[in-house]
């Protein structure tokens, strides 16, 4: 039977002391052998008649690597079970005596969770910082739904983009030359002069036709590989499409509110975006009540955490 022993050497970490004993060692040793001479392709013998003498010459090194890192990983795992410990991290392996007919003995270091015990906590206070939900707040949630529900219809009669469009795209971004990135049937807001992306260049290209620009990003862009730099843009523009937003009505309601009356869903609406608003006011309550447990509690943490 294994022997295990802990030693506390600190708030964040326990050192194990482990005994495999020498019939386990053993009993693997004899099994991993016996599973080589049935398996092993020995020169001169036939298969499963190569001597065990041999077998040790050719294969030992290999043989009690593996046993001793089987054990070790298989005794480990039971001993912080057994001993109720929870490991943060890997543990610190150090063999002690790892020899064929002999116990096998190592001790593990390991991180653990700190003990915490939370005193002080009662007559904390902290803001609940609940925020108002406006009308303005229900126009704009329908009206992001309203957007989410559009179709686009092509345009059949012209073939020029025109702010307002949709348009279809296959483009290449290079920048010194070097590619960036490609992408086709990608759909582009078609935004004339108001915009800064590929779209703010896109007006009166022709369907069929590529059209060749350049974007001067700034350097605080949220995109690193383009923050400060000039990329040059090939575009083909393959098709149009205006986009049809619902109506905010009776009918709207009723086809995607599950309401009967657009009173009804902004109604509704509002209280989701109430109940969404306790929510974080909780989250924020709770997270100003834990920051000031934290300062007011000195836990060591393993660096594992």
């Known amino acids: 039977m294994t022997k295990v022993s802990v030693e506390t ?16 060692v053993t009993a693997e040793i004899e099994r991993v052998y016996e599973q080589l001479r049935r ?21 030992g090194d290999r043989v009690r690597a593996d046993v001793f890192e089987k054990l070790v990983r298989e005794s480990f ?38 003990a915490i015990v939370a005193t002080g906590y009662n007559g904390i206070e902290v803001e609940r910082p609940l925020k108002p939900v406006t009308e303005e707040d229900v126009d704009a949630y329908l009206e992001t739904l309203r957007q989410s529900l ?3 219809r092509p345009v059949t009669d012209r073939t020029r983009a025109m702010r307002g469009d949709v348009a279809t795209v296959d483009y290449e971004a290079r920048a010194d ?41 700034p350097p605080e862009h949220a995109n690193s590989e383009l923050a400060g730099r000039r990329v040059d843009f090939r575009v083909l523009v393959k098709g149009l499409a205006l986009k049809e937003v619902p109506g905010l ?4 309601a009723k086809d995607h ?34 920051a000031q447990l934290l300062r007011a509690h000195d836990v060591e943490m393993p660096p594992a955490m």
């Open 9 to 24: 050497v600190d708030a964040v970490h326990r050192r194990l002391a482990v005994e495999v004993p020498a019939s386990e």
């Open 39 to 59: 398996t092993a392709s020995v020169r001169g013998f036939r298969p499963g008649r190569a001597p065990r003498a041999v077998l040790e010459q050719l294969f």
């Open 77 to 114: 795992s039971e001993a912080v079970r057994d001993k109720q410990i929870e490991p943060v991290g890997e543990p610190e392996i150090v063999t002690e005596r790892a020899e064929p007919g002999e116990p096998l003995r190592y001790s593990a270091t390991v991180e653990v969770k700190p």
């Open 150 to 152: 559009a179709q686009l």
């Open 177 to 217: 030359h070097r590619l960036l990135g490609r992408a086709e049937n990608r759909l582009i807001a078609v935004e004339g002069d108001a915009g800064d992306g590929l779209g703010a260049h896109l007006e009166g290209a022709e369907i069929g036709t590529r059209v060749e620009f350049a974007i001067e990003y």
């Open 249 to 252: 009505d009776d009918e709207f």
């Open 257 to 290: 509110g599950e309401c009967e009356t657009l009173a009804e869903l902004r109604e509704r609406v509002r209280l989701q975006l109430q109940a969404v608003a306790a929510e974080e006011a909780d989250g924020a309550a709770r997270a100003a009540c834990i």
